[in-house]
């Protein structure tokens, strides 16, 4: 069984950066990749980014593309999210994602919370 924990979260300046983090502890061989999501109030969960799990492979979604930045250590079983250039439509929580490769189930943790207001 796989568990994700989000830390880093928090509030920061337009303007300012921020890096997630999501501890995995478990099977990490049973996954194929990970990747963050987030969800503002009244609107559904989007994806942010993607990672293999070697880091070979990323994807972004378009809205944070040279801004926010995903990587994994895999040393240390974490995953990072590092977010610049934050702009108020940033603010969501940010949940971390890992897919098991056998029956692509989706395991999630449970959200950390950005805010991003003057």
């Known amino acids: 069984q796989v568990q994700l924990v989000e830390s880093g979260g928090g509030l920061v300046q337009p303007g300012g950066s921020l890096r997630l983090s999501c501890a995995v502890s478990?099977?990490?061989?049973?996954?194929?990749?990970m990747g963050w999501y987030r969800q503002a109030p009244g609107k559904q969960r989007e994806l942010v980014a993607l990672?293999?799990?070697?880091?070979?492979?990323?994807k972004y979604a378009d809205s944070v593309k040279g801004r926010f930045a995903i990587s994994t250590d895999n040393t240390k079983n974490t995953l990072y999210l590092q977010m610049n250039s934050l702009v108020p439509e940033d603010a969501a929580k940010y949940y971390c994602?890992?897919?098991?490769?056998?029956?692509?189930?989706?395991?999630w943790g449970q959200g950390a919370q950005v805010t991003v207001s003057s």
């Open positions: 990672i293999s799990i070697d880091g070979s492979r990323t």
């Open positions: 994602q890992a897919k098991e490769v056998s029956t692509w189930y989706d395991y």
């Open positions: 478990g099977p990490i061989s049973s996954l194929n990749s």
